[in-house]
C-alpha cells in the first residue's frame, strides 16, 4: 500500500464517518460496508479456489477484526476503506489455503468470539499490518481448536474455555461444574496430549515455520509428561 497515496476530504470524512459507526454499532453504517468489500473479494476468493460460502466468511470475518481495531483508541484508517479489507483479505485468504492443505478433510471451524476491547496503549496509529496481525491471530486460534478436537472433546471444551474466550479457572469450574483444581488438571493434560498432536502432525515443521508459537507451546509441555 502506497504512503505516498493522500486521501481526499471526502474520503477523510467517509473513514471517520466508517470507524464511528463500527465503534457506536450502527446497523446501516455496517450494511454498507458490506454491500461495498463483498463484491471485490468474492471476485479474488473465487478467483483464487473458493466459493461463494467462502467469500461471505471472508467478508464477515474481515468486518469483525476491523470492529476489533476501531475499539482501539489509537486507530486511525489512513487509507481508503476498501484498500484497507483489500490488502487483509488476499493476505488472510491465502493463509486459509494453507491450512486447507494441511487439514482437508475438515472444514474451517466456525465460532462466535466475544469482542474485546483492548486497553493497551500504541505508540503509533494502527496501520494495515496490525490489522491483518488480528486477523493472523483468529487463524491461529481456530487451528488450536482442529488440533484440540483431534484429542477429544473434554479437550476441545477447555481449549476453547481457556484459548479462545479467555476464561479464568474459577470461571472454566463454574462452567464445567468441576473444581478450579481440577479445572487446571485438565488443562495441563489437555495441553499435554495437545503438543504431542501437534509435534505428530505432518505438517508440524510447516506450522512451526509460519506459527512460532507451535514450537514454543510443544517444547514446553512436552517436557512435563
Keep these: ?3 505516498a497515496y493522500q486521501l481526499n476530504i471526502k474520503e477523510i470524512q467517509r473513514n471517520r464517518r466508517i470507524v464511528d459507526g463500527f465503534r457506536e454499532n450502527n446497523d446501516q453504517v455496517v450494511y454498507e460496508c458490506y454491500e461495498d ?3 471485490m473479494i468474492y471476485r479474488f476468493v473465487t478467483s483464487n479456489s473458493g466459493d461463494e ?6 467478508t464477515i470475518e474481515s468486518l469483525e477484526a476491523f470492529y476489533e481495531c476501531c475499539l482501539r483508541d489509537n486507530f486511525h484508517l489512513t487509507c481508503k476503506f476498501s484498500s484497507f479489507i483489500y490488502s487483509v483479505c488476499r493476505n488472510g485468504w491465502l493463509k486459509k489455503l494453507k491450512r486447507r492443505k494441511r487439514f482437508p478433510n475438515q472444514p474451517i471451524i466456525q465460532e462466535n468470539y466475544e469482542e474485546q476491547q483492548q486497553s493497551s496503549i500504541f505508540v503509533s496509529p494502527l496501520t494495515a499490518d496490525d490489522y491483518e496481525e488480528t486477523l493472523f491471530l483468529n487463524d491461529l486460534k481456530r487451528i488450536i481448536l482442529e488440533f484440540a478436537a483431534q484429542v477429544s472433546e473434554k479437550c476441545h471444551q477447555i481449549t476453547k474455555l481457556k484459548y479462545i474466550e479467555d476464561k479464568s479457572h474459577e470461571e472454566i469450574a463454574s462452567a464445567l461444574g468441576i473444581s478450579v483444581q481440577a479445572s487446571r488438571k ?5 495441553n499435554q496430549k495437545l503438543a504431542r498432536t501437534i509435534a505428530n502432525s505432518r505438517y508440524y515443521q510447516e506450522l512451526t515455520e509460519e ?3 507451535f514450537e514454543q507451546f510443544v517444547g514446553k509441555y512436552r517436557k512435563n509428561k
Design 1 to 3: 500500500m502506497s504512503k
Design 37 to 39: 468489500i463483498y463484491p
Design 53 to 58: 460460502n467462502d467469500a461471505r466468511t471472508m
Design 186 to 190: 485438565r488443562l495441563h493434560d489437555c
Design 211 to 213: 506459527y512460532p508459537f
